[in-house]
């Protein structure tokens, strides 16, 4: 087995979304780190408080699925990440069970219980040391009772401003891991500049864009993106990524309504969204669309957008979808946030509903300017492959097995 031929390097046991569920960032850091460390990646429950909805019963049913189904191991392995990304064989996926609520002590106390249950076997098995990783607060009843080496928290989001969380339970574990954690790793200024009023200083590690992968493509059809695409009426306006109550109805109502012709397509999963959504003119869910169709979209998209409405969570955030929408070679018209001004030459940024509207007709009128286009050649520098040489060294730095770093 290849985790036998890495037996004595340093393991990862990384505590994220679910393996293969979308390509976050951190799924995108750990694919590049397989075949040199053996992984263990932890899919969990999640953070959301269990509502009586389609969404939710949904997700429980694949948590079923997974903990009871025809690959009823929790420790089952598996070598490829959906939508055609291939990993090495030394990635397993375990998925042990748990308690769906994290609000009261006795939620917490069953959870560490479980989790300690399926994890500490693994990693007492592993003969050199163990580094948990965790994007998620949900591990703070694990530190100091997993033996692992050290631990690293990477912050991705301000999960005190989502929506949909248990604010309260959420915030007090956040606190217990950023107070526990050996290291901390910000994605954006915003987050670092949060764990700081922590009194902890974190390092920061910006997301990277696979280059390769969202370059213009010379060919795409509709219908090998998705069926039914084709009857909806050109231009095509496409924003593609989790869509819930971070959207700015409003100005996708402005755009809507000073539109002509054309669709304005929102790609991607729901997650409770302004019901107002639904009853747009020319604004389309066309739901999620796998990663490795995703370039196709965007050839034949007219202008990509980022309609966000300016909240203290989306403040706080730095969308993965932006980096790759700059890497298409189409116009980009976003909101102004602070994740978007590094980037405000090489797209349009509004500050209102007008502005947005106006920028969004006039980009699928003029295309991309060559000066936006000409600052996007930095994204040479921004690649994946350098981010996670950069969180390769941090997570691993003191525990003296380096290998393939010096």
């Known amino acids: 087995m290849a985790e036998q031929a890495l037996g004595g390097k340093p393991g990862l046991l990384v505590f994220s979304d679910d393996w293969g569920r979308h390509p976050s960032s951190c799924q995108h850091l750990v694919r590049r780190l397989l075949g040199r460390y053996p992984v263990w990646w932890v899919n969990t429950i999640g953070m959301r408080r269990p509502r009586l909805d389609w969404a939710t019963c949904r997700r429980a049913w694949e948590k079923i699925y997974t903990w009871f189904g025809p690959n009823t191991s929790w420790a089952s392995p598996r070598a490829k990440l959906e ?10 996926v375990l998925s042990p069970w748990m308690w769906p ?55 991705v989001d301000d999960f005190s401003r989502w929506p949909g969380l248990d604010h309260q339970a959420i915030e007090a574990m956040e606190q217990e891991v950023i107070r526990r954690a050996d290291l901390l790793i910000a994605a954006s200024q915003r987050l ?11 390092r920061l590690l910006t997301h990277g864009v696979e280059l390769e992968h969202w370059r213009p493509k010379t060919s795409a059809e509709p219908e090998t993106v998705v069926a039914g695409l084709d009857r909806l009426e050109r231009p095509w306006i496409v924003f593609w990524g989790l869509v819930d109550r971070r ?5 996708l109502a402005r755009l809507a309504a000073d539109l002509d012709r054309g669709s304005i397509l929102l790609v991607g999963p729901t997650d409770d ?16 669309v796998d990663y490795h169709r995703l370039p196709r979209l965007a050839h034949l998209a007219d202008v990509l957008i980022m309609p966000y409405a300016d909240l203290p969570v989306t403040r706080a955030m730095q969308p993965l979808k932006l980096l790759e929408y700059l890497a298409t070679g189409k116009p980009v018209v976003v909101r102004r946030l602070p994740s978007t001004q590094a980037w405000a030459d090489a797209l349009d ?4 509903a007008e502005e947005f509207s106006a920028m969004v007709r006039r980009r699928w009128a003029e295309g991309l300017p060559a000066d936006q286009a000409q600052a996007r050649r930095r994204l040479e520098a921004e690649s994946w492959e350098a981010k996670a040489q950069l969180f390769e060294r941090w997570i691993l730095e003191g525990l003296g097995r380096l290998s393939g770093m010096e």
Not at 121 to 143: H, K, N, Y
Not at 349 to 352: K, V
């Open 83 to 92: 939508g055609g990304l291939e990993t090495a064989a030394a990635l397993t």
């Open 101 to 155: 609520w994290f609000s009261t002590p006795l939620d917490r106390r069953i959870n560490r219980v479980l989790l300690l249950r399926a994890l500490e076997p693994v990693v007492r098995r592993w003969p050199g040391p163990v580094v948990g990783v965790t994007t998620l607060p949900i591990v703070a009843d694990l530190m100091g009772a997993l033996p692992v080496a050290r631990w690293v928290y990477y912050c």
């Open 192 to 202: 670092q500049d949060r764990l700081g009023t922590f009194g902890r200083s974190a």
């Open 247 to 251: 959207m700015d109805v409003d100005w």
């Open 273 to 288: 969204p302004d019901p107002r959504l639904m009853a747009l003119a020319r604004v389309h869910l066309v739901g999620p």
């Open 349 to 352: 940024e509004a500050e209102t």
